[in-house]
């Protein structure tokens, strides 16, 4: 079982930090999607 499975069946493992960037980076895009874009 590779890391990124084992994480998703335990969820007290922190995930790794490439799906941490990604989560963080879909965070960022779903909260631009709510406010209209400068200019």
């Known amino acids: 079982m590779d890391r990124i499975t084992a994480a998703a ?8 930090d490439e799906l941490d960037a990604a989560a963080e980076l879909l ?3 779903c909260a631009g999607a709510e406010k ?3 200019g």
């Open 9 to 16: 069946a335990d969820p007290a493992t922190p995930l790794p």
């Open 27 to 29: 965070e960022s895009a």
């Open 36 to 38: 209209p874009l400068p």
